[in-house]
């Protein structure tokens, strides 16, 4: 199971009654790098092989070891990130930026752009002012806030350690630990690469999907990469740089509200969204490939999926075809102190012999 971990004092696009939710998203490691699309996964034996403990152990504590060394205490703190879409959608440009200052833990700012996607939101306390030029965020966007600012990971159970060997991965000598994820009928192969030295984490694959940092610089206690890419199979999707510094001296006029907010206030309790007719596509064919697209949108008031986006454009007719089939559950929504309210969040859809 993953989890991508951000300090609260670090910025995050949140709905504004999340405040009482936890403040990390666990994700099952066979499909949940952050903002994985399109993943392959084959049909497993029936009997999973017998996993040496000793070995997974040694898995785990470098696993760990890595992510600690990237949680730092979060000081009050400004972050920048300059990315680059290398195949940008049709109509959307090839660059952006992210800007996220923070003086308090309830005292924020966020700053997205995008080509003609604008976003701004401040937090005054219990208090959100939200200001986006357009109701749905590009998905390129989204990718690239999952994965800042690192990707942090830990295995679980359903994660088979199959070997862990010395390697090399651009240039640096690393430790390598091949391992395969068992879910349901599914089997899906993946890595973990961490520098032999430093014990940084330097690259997560998952099935075809591949996540590579680097550039790792001080902040305050700990090490944050730099430089992040997103990969599937051998075409470089995303390309970040990023960077974070401590920072007291805000000017009084940063946390202005912007002009056209709209003003929401956090929930004093807060009821997640749970499935209540989600049924995935019928299977098309025998085949032992399985193809997991995810879908990022929000469940409205009426409990009907809204503002749907396909994380994925290796395949753009399962895209496609995904947003059609998440268009069709239904939800009991999210309740606010009991009212029925909206939540953001990611849908899965898994073809099977497509």
Same mark, same amino acid.
């Given at each position: 199971?993953?989890?991508?971990?951000?300090?609260?004092?670090?910025?995050?696009?949140l709905?504004?009654?999340?405040?009482s939710?936890?403040?990390?998203?666990?994700?099952?490691?066979? =499909?949940?790098?952050?903002?994985?699309?399109?993943?392959?996964?084959?049909?497993r034996?029936?009997?999973?092989?017998?996993?040496?403990? =000793?070995?997974?152990?040694?898995a785990?504590?470098?696993?760990?070891?890595?992510?600690?060394?990237?949680?730092?205490?979060?000081?009050?703190?400004?972050?920048?990130?300059?990315?680059?879409?290398?195949?940008?959608?049709?109509?959307? &440009?090839?660059?952006?930026?992210?800007?996220?200052?923070?003086?308090?833990?309830?005292?924020?700012?966020?700053? @997205?752009?995008?080509?003609?996607?604008?976003?701004i939101?401040?937090?005054?306390?219990?208090? @959100?002012?939200?200001?986006?030029?357009?109701?749905?965020?590009?998905?390129?966007?989204?990718? &690239?806030?999952?994965?800042?600012?690192?990707?942090?990971?830990?295995?679980?159970?359903?994660?088979?350690?199959?070997?862990?060997?010395?390697?090399t991965?651009?240039?640096?000598?690393?430790?390598?630990?091949?391992?395969?994820?068992?879910?349901?009928?599914?089997? $899906?192969?993946? $890595?973990?690469?961490?520098?032999?030295?430093?014990?940084?984490?330097?690259?997560?694959?998952?099935?075809?999907?591949?996540?590579?940092? %680097?550039?790792?610089?001080?902040?305050?206690?700990?090490?944050?990469?730099?430089?992040?890419?997103?990969?599937?199979?051998?075409?470089?999707?995303?390309?970040?740089?990023?960077?974070?510094?401590?920072?007291?001296?805000?000017?009084?006029?940063?946390?202005?509200?912007?002009?056209?907010?709209?003003?929401?206030?956090?929930?004093?309790?807060?009821?997640?969204?749970?499935?209540?007719n989600?049924? $995935?596509?019928?299977?098309?064919?025998l %085949?032992?490939?399985?193809?997991? &697209?995810?879908?990022?949108?929000? &469940?409205?008031?009426?409990?009907?999926?809204?503002?749907?986006?396909? =994380?994925?454009?290796?395949?753009?007719?399962?895209?496609?075809?995904?947003?059609?089939?998440?268009?069709?559950?239904?939800?009991?929504?999210?309740?606010?102190?009991?009212?029925?309210?909206?939540?953001?969040?990611?849908?899965?859809?898994?073809?099977?012999?497509?």
């Amino acid at each position: 199971m993953l989890c991508a971990r951000r300090h609260p004092l670090v910025g995050q696009i949140l709905p504004a009654y999340t405040r009482s939710m936890r403040r990390c998203a666990f994700l099952w490691f066979w =499909l949940c790098i952050p903002a994985c699309f399109g993943q392959t996964t084959t049909l497993r034996p029936d009997a999973a092989p017998v996993e040496d403990p =000793l070995l997974h152990a040694e898995a785990v504590r470098l696993m760990e070891r890595a992510v600690m060394l990237t949680t730092p205490t979060w000081p009050a703190n400004e972050e920048f990130a300059n990315f680059r879409v290398l195949h940008p959608a049709a109509g959307e &440009v090839s660059e952006g930026s992210i800007k996220i200052g923070v003086q308090t833990p309830v005292n924020k700012r966020w700053e @997205f752009t995008y080509g003609n996607y604008k976003f701004i939101r401040v937090q005054d306390d219990s208090e @959100f002012a939200t200001y986006r030029s357009e109701i749905t965020e590009p998905a390129a966007l989204t990718s &690239v806030r999952k994965l800042l600012p690192a990707f942090r990971g830990r295995f679980e159970p359903a994660d088979l350690i199959r070997t862990i060997a010395d390697a090399t991965v651009e240039g640096r000598p690393a430790r390598c630990i091949d391992f395969d994820t068992l879910k349901g009928d599914q089997q $899906q192969s993946g $890595q973990v690469c961490v520098d032999a030295n430093s014990g940084f984490l330097l690259s997560v694959r998952q099935g075809d999907e591949t996540i590579r940092q %680097s550039a790792y610089f001080r902040f305050n206690n700990a090490w944050l990469p730099g430089h992040i890419e997103r990969w599937v199979s051998n075409d470089k999707l995303l390309d970040i740089d990023s960077n974070v510094v401590v920072r007291t001296d805000y000017p009084t006029e940063y946390f202005d509200y912007p002009p056209d907010a709209r003003i929401d206030h956090s929930c004093g309790e807060f009821h997640r969204a749970f499935a209540d007719n989600t049924p $995935q596509p019928v299977p098309k064919t025998l %085949s032992n490939e399985a193809i997991t &697209v995810r879908v990022h949108g929000r &469940v409205g008031k009426d409990g009907k999926p809204a503002a749907l986006k396909a =994380l994925d454009n290796a395949r753009p007719d399962l895209a496609q075809e995904a947003v059609h089939v998440v268009s069709m559950w239904t939800f009991h929504p999210a309740m606010c102190v009991y009212q029925p309210s909206t939540q953001e969040m990611d849908f899965e859809v898994t073809f099977k012999g497509w």
